[in-house]
């Protein structure tokens, strides 16, 4: 929105400019003097100053010279000399009052539109550059999108803005909530990252904004929450729109008023908290269904990041399955590892609808299983047809369909396996090495168990 400096000592003029000029989208600041635009001037730095030319003191002409924004003069003494006087100074144009309106925004736009792109100060862009390199050392991307994306991180990171992460599960939202904490004056407070999906609702507000001792059954100390542990931080809510409402209710408050009041308490305390909010489910919708507070969304909305599915990131794909390979490889002493032509031919056609997670999986895969350097399609299991191809280790020893005698994968949909998989093994494997063994993430995992109705039992909840 371009700024416009108005300087005009009558007041009635004064405000009937800016009303007309707020009323066509532009913000208006206002001067009384010369000496006071240039004051303003210095400050705001407007996009053009609209001035009378006589003012008490010394003329509207004077702030030609004296500033580098273009000068507009307007003068109740309109003769062709005042005009060419005030052009011959270098004003941009010149209008005569009492000015017609139209006249007006047609001249103010004709001079916005001729003035060249304003330059970023050599500062930011250093900076800007800077935080790009910083991004990518923290997440990959080349593709347009990506770029764009990491140019907004780079601008946001410094603010205290509340940001909402939008994506699928697995493109790296938790991984740019990361990357916007290390580029913030924050860095050196904690980062404190809440699976809103993963607590019990039960258990959520306790967990976040902590409770006072008796609080409810099992509340035998007070303890504080996560939200106060990130205090001078930053805290990252995956899945805000898990957030039962009452918790919404409260995390808005903490919002509104930067205080935190633990369940149980009558007490409130301040804290300094950034927020930082990632879904992949469509808020706006959710509000309109009363599932989501209307109020904490518009909260929450200020700025919006959208990380794009990689099955849209296709100048992406090669590139960051050729990283992932690189960094696996170090990380498990196989560093001269290279993909084959058919690898990286599946590579791109693959849709990956589990994203950079489904990749990263199946990647370090490969590199487990490789037995010379070359990574060939068979050792990326990926199934181009369907979605996951059940690795062939995991179906000879823990599917439980194969030990029934089933033929290897055929007639098993991959909901069934999935079930069949977690009802055998939760007793004896822990929720993180359930997600682990079928190559999903815990919060997958969880989305899972819901959709199909499987509870978790107390060996795989802890
Ligand atoms: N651009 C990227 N560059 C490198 N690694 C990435 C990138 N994006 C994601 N990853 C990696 O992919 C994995 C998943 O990323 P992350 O957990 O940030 O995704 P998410 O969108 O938060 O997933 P979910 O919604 O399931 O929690 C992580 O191991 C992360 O390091």
Known sequence: MALILIVEDESIIRSALTRLLQHNGYAVAEADSVDRALEVAEQSKPDLIISDLRLPGRPGTDLIQATDTPVLIMTSYASLRSAVDSMKLGAVDYIAKPFDHDEMLASIKSILDRRPAKPSPPKLEAENASARADIKDLMFGECTEMLKLFDLIGKVSPTDTTVLI????????????RAL??????REGALICVNCA?????LIESELFGHEKGAFT?????RS???EAADGG??????????????QARLLRVLQEGEIRRVGSTQSKRVDVRLIAATHRNLKAMTKVGEFREDLFYRLNVMQLRIPPLRDREDDVIGLAKMLLTKMGERMDKPNLKFDKDALTLIRRYQWPGNVREMENAVERAVILSDSDHIGKDLLAIDLEGELDIPEGMLSMDNPANSKGADKGTDLSLEDYFQHFVLENQDTMSETELARKLGISRKSLWERRQRLGIPRTKKSAK
């Open 166 to 177: 939008q994506g699928e599960s697995g493109t790296g939202k938790e991984l740019a909530a």
């Open 181 to 186: 904490h290390m580029l913030s004056r924050r």
């Open 198 to 202: 993963a607590i019990p609702e039960t």
């Open 218 to 222: 099992g509340a035998v100390g007070a």
């Open 225 to 227: 929450g996560l939200i």
């Open 234 to 247: 930053t805290l990252f809510l995956d899945e805000i729109g898990e957030l039962p409402l009452e918790a």
